[in-house]
């Protein structure tokens, strides 16, 4: 007869082992690990400045973190720092308004919700936030509503990029509109002058009907491309090799 022969216990573990990790991982997604993605907890997009960073989630809110000494994380919190992303308070948002995107300056942030609407918070010493005030006590720790200042009643914002001390951004009519310091012409309407709520930025050397496809905002200048292909900077001084 032939004898049985018990099989090696390296290979009996090694056999369990095979068994139960695809079960422990099952079970262990399925009730201890929160899906990353499913709980919006993954950031799709993100900004940096000069010392602090945002991002959105997969549930349009908006989170921050770094230096907060100009209330920029806009979490409520004014002069507490972050080295982990805090939620941004909803400030003047409506309760059913998400973030779609979002851009962070020198201690400012601005972003756009999905109600079209441009929302900032941050320092507002040169009237960056785009809400009518400036100067000393006029930073907000939550989001405020940039007022419509040059832009028509039905035009709503398509981008928004916040720099150092200003804020430009483009509108559902491809037109550039800019607040915030205006020392240098940052803002592009012909003047050098401050404003604390959007202005329209001039047509400069572009074309009837070219309109503005993208624009960022630097630390004293800002620079935009046109629906033509061509790039514009400052007062909208076409740029050329």
Same mark, same amino acid.
């Given at each position: 007869?032939?004898?049985?022969?018990?099989?090696?216990?390296?290979?009996? /573990?090694?056999?369990?082992?095979?068994?139960?990790?695809? $079960?422990?991982? *099952?079970?262990?997604?399925?009730? *201890?690990?929160?899906?990353?993605?499913?709980?919006?907890?993954?950031?799709?997009?993100?900004?940096?400045?000069?010392?602090?960073?945002?991002?959105? =989630?997969?549930?349009?809110?908006?989170?921050?973190?770094?230096? =907060?000494?100009?209330?920029? $994380?806009?979490?409520?919190?004014t002069g507490t720092d972050s080295n982990v992303p805090v $939620? /941004?308070?909803?400030?003047?948002?409506?309760?059913?308004?998400?973030f779609s995107s979002i851009s962070v300056g020198g201690s400012?942030?601005?972003?756009?919700?999905?109600?079209?609407?441009?929302?900032?918070?941050? @320092?507002?010493?040169?009237?960056?936030?785009g809400n009518s005030s400036s100067g000393s006590g006029a930073?907000?720790?939550?989001?405020?509503?940039?007022?419509?200042?040059?832009?028509?009643?039905?035009?709503? *914002?398509?981008?928004?990029?916040?720099?150092?001390?200003?804020?430009?951004?483009?509108?559902?009519?491809?037109?550039?509109?800019?607040?915030?310091?205006?020392?240098?012409?940052?803002?592009?309407?012909?003047?050098?002058?401050?404003?604390?709520? #959007?202005? $329209?930025?001039?047509?400069?050397?572009? =074309? #009837?009907? /070219?309109?503005?496809? @993208?624009?960022?905002?630097?630390?004293?200048?800002?620079?935009?491309?046109? @629906?033509?292909?061509?790039?514009? *900077?400052?007062?909208?001084?076409?740029? /050329?090799?």
């Open positions: 007869m032939k004898r049985y022969k018990k099989p090696n216990r390296i290979v009996q /573990v090694v056999f369990l082992v095979i068994l139960l990790v695809p $079960l422990f991982l *099952f079970i262990g997604r399925r009730y *201890f690990i929160k899906d990353v993605d499913s709980a919006g907890t993954q950031l799709n997009s993100i900004s940096t400045g000069d010392n602090h960073s945002c991002g959105i =989630n997969g549930h349009g809110e908006g989170y921050c973190w770094g230096y =907060n000494y100009k209330g920029q $994380l806009g979490n409520g919190n $939620l /941004v308070n909803k400030g003047a948002m409506g309760s059913s308004v998400t400012h942030t601005c972003a756009i919700g999905s109600d079209g609407k441009g929302y900032c918070w941050g @320092s507002n010493s040169n009237g960056q936030l930073d907000s720790n939550v989001p405020v509503l940039v007022n419509k200042g040059a832009m028509g009643s039905s035009v709503t *914002f398509s981008s928004i990029s916040a720099g150092g001390s200003h804020t430009c951004a483009i509108g559902s009519d491809g037109e550039g509109y800019c607040w915030g310091l205006g020392t240098y012409g940052r803002l592009g309407n012909g003047g050098t002058s401050q404003s604390p709520t #959007p202005v $329209l930025v001039s047509r400069g050397a572009r =074309n #009837p009907g /070219v309109t503005f496809i @993208s624009i960022s905002a630097g630390s004293s200048h800002t620079c935009a491309i046109g @629906s033509d292909g061509e790039g514009y *900077f400052g007062e909208m001084v076409l740029m /050329v090799d």
